[in-house]
């Protein structure tokens, strides 16, 4: 069990994001993502929705979603999750004589229109040879809008350390063992370490880990091996898009 805002909040605030900038990216309102950090389920909706949330905020900080929700099931679900109910049959009314006619003529009125509409749109066609011409549509030439194409960005290595197993030390860089240093320390056990929001982000990521085991590595959304973690000692590693890979040697 751990405390599901608290942990929310200091992955925030260590990235220095703000709720605005969150919203724009969980499509979720600023003022559900703050009652999710203060626990305040009087102010969220029910908990089939309150699931996608948290899963979509946690994620979006680089944490692992699926724990989050499933520590939200067993803190706050306990039975059947809250479903709006509908009205049962026999409690609605029919509705008055007066407005199904009124209803009914109204509908009738708009048949109408539309099948006058038709036969007009079928005396044009018929009148212009069989080929409207509708400026935009079936126009040719050169005034004919091409097709932009836009060019795709490169994938980037979006990877988040946790520390399950117990403490490590690393030391964190971008691109190779040369380039600039993103973080340097040890890692506590049950924190997490992410890389995957600007201006983290990079096409390799290059880290020393004094214990790799004690490590669980999530690179872009799936969780992969880490190199030499089963050996138990000291590795130099590359990230990639795709994959982690032990780091060739300094030349």
Not at 179 to 204: K, M, S
Not at 212 to 221: E, F, T
Not at 226 to 248: H, N
């Amino acid at each position: 069990m751990f405390d599901i805002g608290n942990r929310l909040r200091e992955a925030r605030l260590r990235q220095q994001l703000d709720f605005r900038e969150l919203e724009q990216e969980t499509k979720t309102r600023s003022k559900h993502l703050q009652a999710l950090e203060d626990e305040n389920v009087d102010v969220l909706p029910a908990p089939t929705y309150v699931k996608g949330f948290l899963r979509n905020y946690a994620d979006a900080l680089g944490l692992e979603g699926q724990l989050y929700v499933d520590e939200y099931n067993s803190r706050f679900v306990t039975g059947e999750e809250d479903i709006p109910l509908r009205p049962r049959d026999y409690q609605r009314r029919p509705p008055a004589v007066g407005l199904r006619f009124e209803t009914r003529g109204v509908l009738l009125a708009i048949g109408a229109i539309g099948v006058v509409f038709a036969l007009f749109i079928v005396a044009w066609k018929w009148g212009t040879g069989g080929n409207p011409q509708v400026q935009g549509i079936n126009t040719t030439g050169p005034n004919i809008a091409k097709k932009r194409h836009h060019k795709a960005l490169p994938p980037m290595a979006r990877i988040a350390l946790t520390a399950t197993n117990g403490d490590s030390w690393l030391l964190v860089r971008a691109g190779s063992a040369s380039e600039t240093q993103l973080y340097a320390g040890t890692l506590p056990q049950g924190q997490q370490l992410p890389f995957t929001r600007r201006p983290y982000l990079f096409r390799r990521i290059w880290f020393a880990a004094s214990k790799p085991q004690n490590l669980v590595a999530k690179l872009n959304g799936r969780i992969v091996v880490i190199p030499g973690a089963a050996k138990g000692r000291p590795e130099q590693l590359l990230v990639t898009p795709k994959w982690i890979v032990k780091a060739p040697p300094a030349t």
